[in-house]
């Protein structure tokens, strides 16, 4: 144990030696870190990808950066200067991060940070970050039906496909939220709904008078949110009344109209006129014969027969 000490004691004499003189041990090699390897970005805000240097000799090093989208890279800055898609919209900062001032959502891909140090032992490291860039909601396409009937079933519909990631959907009713679980609200605890804050769906299973009133769906994600302009649906009681009346008049006019058929076809009605009467036509007379009466018995030459 007491050597031990003593050799700890002389090395501790030679580093201090060494650093009193101004000699400093070279970096074994370069080394690279990022302070996040995913990060997120709102669309249109600027965003920092940080490619830190940990450890370099090399005073001049090679740095580059390659964007790769669907496995395919580009540079993105290359031989000092902002290149590809980012020209003119990003800025190489000290010690070799990429400042976007304002990113869209074409700039979601993996970036891949390069170094390169010849006078290092390990001369190369590179890092990947990946980048994924919110877009807010636009204003979602809102179905509702216009009028219901009590007791029966409907469904009020929201679709949004802008956003990223794919947003969630909330319902409001007369401007006021309706919770996800209705079983969970004293105000909405018989109610028959469902929301599917998925695909935007809400379900009526039977639909009550009190469901009447302006709906409208909101889309929402960590980007923002966005919602559609207020739609009425109207709720009608079943008119048992009316719906008796109206069968009960259709059934008075059939027996009526059968009554009166039946009558008619007693009548004789539907017959044709002179069905039974003597249709025989006679013989069509000469032009050199005059016909008597049949009960005369004979004929008479008119003045132009010629014997």
Known sequence: MRRC??????????????????????????????TDKIVWANEFEPIELTCLIESISTNNPRIEWKKIKNGVPSYVYFQNKIAGDLEHRAQLREPANILIYNTTRSDTAEYRCEVAAIDDQRDFDEILISLAVRVKPVVPRCSVPEAVTVGTSTELRCL????????????????????????????????????????????????????????????????????????????????????????????????????????????????????????????????????????????????????
């Not at 070279?26 to 990022?34: E, Y």
């Not at 709720?235 to 009316?242: A, F, K, M, Q, S």
């Open 5 to 34: 000490k003593m050799a700890i004691a002389r090395l501790m004499a030679c580093f201090v030696l060494y650093t009193s003189l101004g000699h400093i041990p070279s970096s074994v090699g370069v080394t690279l870190r990022t």
């Open 160 to 307: 949004e496909n802008e956003g990223f990631p794919a947003p969630q959907y909330r319902w409001f009713h007369n401007n006021e939220e309706l919770p996800q679980d209705p079983k969970n609200s004293l105000k909405f605890v018989n109610s028959s709904y469902s929301i599917n804050p998925d695909t935007g769906g809400l379900k009526f299973r039977r639909v009550r008078k009190e469901d009447a009133g302006e709906y409208y769906c909101q889309a929402k994600n960590d980007a923002g949110h966005a919602q559609c302009a207020p739609l009425m649906m109207e709720v009608y009681d079943v008119d048992i009344l009316g719906i008796f009346l109206k069968c009960f008049g259709g059934v008075v006019v059939f027996f009526c109209l059968t009554a009166s058929i039946c009558n008619c076809l007693r009548r004789g009605c539907f017959h044709k006129k002179g069905h039974n009467e003597n249709n025989y036509n006679w013989p069509a007379q000469s032009d050199g014969v005059e016909y008597g009466d049949a009960d005369e018995g004979h004929f008479r030459h008119k003045s132009s027969f010629v014997i």
